[in-house]
């Protein structure tokens, strides 16, 4: 599930002004008429886009993904992971260049950010729990909080989240889009305690030489830990 979301767009440019004498070919209107579709177009496919990642523990998290501006087979991808009780739109609070997924965007990266479970809108379960009534508990039932992620077994299941969101970019990968071996792991605070966690984690899947397997890991190339 990817579609556009309004939250995250990024402000739209004035006008450009057209110059040039009024009476303008026809051919030439027409042509300059395709260049801006075509421009239009590639504006649309470079959107952030609002897309929900499901955990192997059941748990619906809420992300945003800011495709590249030129996708392909090298292109490098940046995973953002926020404080606790914070959200992802810590990244992108203004909606402008400015802020870091725009600015990295703008740097050729493609880039990821999602709530962690209990924050922003990843506070639901999918399936026969979601069907439950609301309730409020340990992160494993019910309506999620993150007021109830502070003891140490309930503060690992966020591992289950970035790997989540890491499975969202190896089939971005096996799209050809990104470059998912170029991962970029950037995080703050309770992000960067994560972000070293999952990190090793990920080094810990040995190369499989010789055999058909998906990629697994050893995919972190960076860390860069906010406190």
């Known amino acids: 599930l990817a579609i556009p979301t309004g939250a995250a767009q990024?402000?739209?440019?004035?006008?450009?002004?057209?110059?040039?004498p009024a009476d303008t070919k026809p051919a030439a209107k027409k042509a300059e008429a395709k260049r801006e579709a075509k421009a239009g177009a590639d504006d649309?496919?470079?959107?952030?886009?609002?897309?929900?990642?499901?955990?192997?523990?059941?748990v619906l998290i809420a992300a945003?993904?800011?495709?590249?501006?030129?996708?392909?087979?090298?292109?490098?991808?940046?995973?953002l992971l926020h404080d606790f009780?914070?959200?992802?739109?810590?990244?992108?609070?203004?909606?402008?260049?400015?802020?870091?997924?725009?600015?990295l965007q703008d740097k050729g990266y493609a880039v990821l950010t999602?709530?962690?479970?209990g924050h922003g809108h990843s506070k639901t379960r999918v399936g026969a729990a979601a069907a439950a009534p609301a309730q409020k508990g340990p992160a494993g039932a019910g309506k999620l909080d993150f007021n109830d992620l502070?003891?140490?077994?309930?503060f690992k299941?966020?591992?289950?989240?970035?790997?989540?969101?890491?499975?969202?970019?190896?089939r971005r990968n096996n799209a050809g889009e990104i470059n998912v071996a170029?991962?970029?792991?950037?995080?703050?605070?309770?992000?960067?305690?994560?972000?070293?966690?999952?990190?090793?984690?990920?080094?810990?899947?040995m190369p499989q030489p010789g055999f058909n397997v998906t990629k697994q890991g050893q995919d972190v190339q960076a860390l860069v830990l906010i406190s």
């Open 114 to 117: 999602f709530d962690f479970r």
């Open 64 to 79: 945003t993904y800011f495709p590249p501006l030129r996708p392909d087979k090298n292109t490098p991808v940046v995973m």
């Open 157 to 170: 299941t966020l591992l289950n989240d970035i790997e989540a969101a890491k499975r969202f970019l190896v």
């Open 85 to 103: 009780g914070e959200k992802q739109s810590v990244f992108w609070p203004s909606s402008s260049e400015k802020d870091l997924a725009f600015a």
């Open 182 to 205: 170029k991962l970029g792991v950037v995080g703050s605070e309770m992000g960067a305690s994560l972000g070293v966690l999952w990190s090793f984690n990920d080094w810990q899947y």
């Open 44 to 58: 649309e496919k470079t959107k952030p886009q609002a897309v929900d990642l499901e955990t192997s523990d059941g």
């Open 10 to 20: 990024r402000p739209k440019s004035p006008a450009a002004k057209k110059d040039g």
């Open 150 to 154: 502070r003891k140490p077994d309930q």
